[in-house]
């Protein structure tokens, strides 16, 4: 009997230590994990693959580094163009970053001037963000060039709330593991787009001030003929605004003495071409006080937004100060100052209103003397 029992413990013993061996050769697996791709399609409509687990970035052409810089991984940036180091103050995504202009110089820049392949072979990144794309052809050329993978993002017509903006940062979310953090920036921006509809949408034509928004960037600083057509932050707020009539969208210059015929309310003046109104007002005053807006003190300040393509932080907050001016009953509880602060802390990471109001004015009514 005791052999027996002796017989079964050494038979159990035997069967657990196999088990146990059994239990740790599977620990470690055998299985390799395999690199994953990740498959995006760009704002070209190329297929484009790249490799899981990106560490080295470079963003090149109007805007990108921006779109960039709304996705808060800037620490994986590895080099910037030239004219990204310039003066940062019409760039609050470079103020908000301003190691960025230390980093080395992977081409110059600008909407002129194609990618330097070599420069940016230079710092070896995982992928390349693109808004220099005109067509897939230049843009696989690129890529042929670096043998990195080269996506196309697109700010759209109208930067500002436009549905390409969103699909860019998404994209971008997308091959960055930052998925969360790109919905949260597009719901952002799309709660926004809403606030200001709800709030202006139902109001008469009736009850709507005239409005002409004049000094508006266009490669370069203009005096109070440079306006827009369809103007979206006038859209964002449902404004009346005069140049409508013509039937054109987007910027040109207008006839000074046009301006006088429609004679709107209100004028708002973009602060980056603030100097050239005021030496204008200086030498031809009578224009100026032959405008109803000059003569009621309703002329407004409008802070500058584009800065190699559209701030569209910056741009957000001006629709938000034109709402306000226009309709102050609908805006009453809107701090403007708190309102811009939170939209850039939220989009780049710092409250910046200060540092942009500092170099170029705050939002106001101006008062020409």
Known sequence: MNKKIISLAITMSMLVIILLSGCSSRAPSTEVLKEENISVTDMLGRKVSIKYGV??????????????????????????????????????????NSFLCKLPVIGPGGPNNAPDAEKILS????????TYAIDKVATDALQSKTGIPVVALSYGE??????????????????????????????????????????????????????????????????IESTQGNYSLLNAVHGRNVVDEIGK????????EKLIQWNPDKIFIDLGGIKLVQEDYKKNPTFYKN???????????QL???????????????????????????????NIEKKTDEIYK????????????SRFGKFERIIFK
């Not at 979310?173 to 202006?200: F, H, P, S, W």
């Open 123 to 130: 710092v070896n990144p995982d992928v390349i963000f693109t």
């Open 158 to 223: 109208v930067s500002t709330f436009d549905p390409k903006v969103y699909e860019s940062i998404q994209i971008i979310g997308k091959i960055m593991g930052e998925d969360k953090r790109a919905n949260e920036v597009v719901e952002y921006m799309k709660k926004c787009q809403k606030d200001l509809d709800n709030r202006t949408k139902d109001i008469p034509d009736s009850e709507k001030p005239s409005v002409y928004v004049g000094a508006l960037n266009m490669k370069g600083s203009h005096g």
């Open 346 to 357: 939220f989009l780049l990471g710092k409250k910046l209103y200060s540092k942009v109001s």
């Open 55 to 96: 560490k080295k970035v470079v963003a090149i052409g109007p805007g990108a580094l921006r779109l960039f810089c709304y996705m808060g991984n800037i620490q994986k940036i590895v080099g910037v163009e030239q004219l990204e180091k310039g003066d940062p103050s019409g760039k609050p995504y470079m103020i908000a």
């Open 291 to 301: 405008l109803n807006a000059f003569k009621n003190g309703e002329v407004y300040s």
């Open 249 to 256: 969208t987007g910027s040109y210059m207008i006839d000074k």
């Open 304 to 334: 500058p937004y584009n800065y190699y393509t559209t701030n569209i932080d910056t741009a957000i907050a001006d629709a938000y100060y034109i709402g306000k001016v226009l309709y102050p009953e609908k805006f009453k509880e809107i």
